[in-house]
């Protein structure tokens, strides 16, 4: 099995999911990129630059694990809407074989883990580590998301190494019409966390 045919099956899946914004799941609208990797040194988080307050993965086992974002490319960007030329609508950070997390879907064993109100955009988001510190550069993030949108990057997508002992990073990229976010845990049967789907609302 391959990792498309796993992140076919959860954008299918997300449009059940929360409040989401229609766009935020559609086939038609996004098209899946590997974007990186994050290194998870303790929890891992999924929020507007410098939250005030967050709700923290911290059952995913230390690591390095692929991410792919669901990037939305705007044909017209701009205009009243104010869309940029490419912005991110659904995360998947995967941390088993796709098999495993293909079964975890067929069987439900999937849950929403944001019970409270997550901190996002409205036009940055960043995925992080621990170690890579809760205080981010807002001005240095979007200057190079800025830069990454006048060279036609696409995904635009912006890592920073953190620690360079450790690896710890975080991921900043470009949403659009965030206001908060949710999060939502598949398990293996022992209850292990094999994939994090993350996704925006507005």
């Known amino acids: 099995?391959?990792?498309?045919?796993?992140l076919d099956g959860i954008t299918e899946l997300a449009r059940g999911w929360g409040e989401l914004a229609e766009?935020?799941?559609?086939?038609?609208?996004?098209?899946?990129?590997?974007?990186g990797?994050?290194?998870?040194?303790?929890?891992?988080?999924?929020?507007?630059?410098s939250p005030p307050e967050w709700h923290e993965h911290d059952t995913v086992p230390r690591?390095?694990?692929?991410?792919?974002?669901?990037?939305v490319?705007?044909?017209?960007?701009g205009g009243a809407a104010g869309r940029p030329p490419s912005w991110t609508s659904?995360?998947?950070?995967?941390l088993a074989e796709p098999e495993v997390i293909a079964e975890a879907l067929e069987a439900g064993r999937y849950e929403e883990v944001y019970q409270d109100y997550?901190?996002?955009?409205?036009?940055?988001?960043?995925?992080?580590?621990?170690g890579a510190g809760s205080r981010h550069d807002l001005d240095a993030l979007e200057a190079a998301l800025a830069e990454g949108e006048a060279a036609g990057r696409v995904p635009n997508v912006v890592e920073v190494v953190a620690d360079q002992e450790t690896g710890a990073n975080l991921l900043a990229f470009r949403v659009w019409g965030a206001c908060d976010a949710?999060?939502?845990?598949?398990?293996?049967?022992?209850?292990?966390?094999?994939c994090l789907v993350l996704t925006t609302n507005c």
């Open 1 to 6: 099995m391959e990792i498309q045919d796993v």
């Open 23 to 35: 766009h935020s799941c559609s086939r038609e609208r996004h098209r899946f990129r590997r974007v």
């Open 37 to 49: 990797d994050i290194t998870v040194t303790g929890s891992l988080a999924f929020t507007a630059p």
């Open 63 to 71: 690591g390095r694990y692929p991410v792919f974002m669901g990037v």
């Open 73 to 77: 490319e705007e044909p017209e960007p």
């Open 90 to 94: 659904l995360t998947v950070v995967p």
């Open 118 to 130: 997550q901190p996002f955009g409205p036009e940055i988001g960043v995925l992080w580590g621990e």
């Open 182 to 194: 949710d999060g939502v845990e598949l398990y293996a049967p022992d209850g292990s966390v094999v």
